[in-house]
């Protein structure tokens, strides 16, 4: 096989693992939006469940309602930051068996998957540290 197949191979490698990996977050959100209540609901149906099984009184559940409403918020901000940060570790590695001018081209989707997934998940940040 010439060098000249193997990058066009490896090219078009790259390129079905971002598309694949673009495609299963769009999928896993679309399903995971019909599925999975929004955070208000999953805190309403969380409240009523502890009231009905516990007998709280109103007082107790609107205490507890801010508890379980910053919970979810942190849960949701942590569930960005590991994806970005996985990410960054995956894209590491394969940046790492790439050309320089594949490089160029591999930055541009890596900025694509991190824009979706802060557009999807709101929040994380980049200052988390990669391991190689």
Request: net charge positive.
């Amino acid at each position: 096989m010439n060098p000249m197949s193997r990058i066009k191979i490896g090219l078009y490698l790259a390129a079905i693992f971002a598309a694949g990996f673009v495609t299963g977050v769009f999928v896993t959100f679309q399903v995971g939006r019909h599925i999975m209540p929004g955070q208000a609901e999953m805190a309403a149906r969380w409240c009523k469940e502890l009231q009905s099984k516990m007998s709280l009184t109103p007082a107790q559940v609107e205490k507890i309602r801010p508890i379980i409403n910053d919970e979810m918020g942190e849960f949701k901000s942590r569930l960005s930051a590991d994806m970005l940060l996985n990410l960054s570790n995956c894209n590491v590695r394969i940046a790492g068996e790439l050309r320089p001018e594949q490089k160029t081209k591999f930055e541009e989707i890596q900025k694509k998957q991190e824009d979706m997934i802060r557009a999807l998940f709101g929040g994380g940040t980049n200052d988390a540290q990669k391991k190689p």
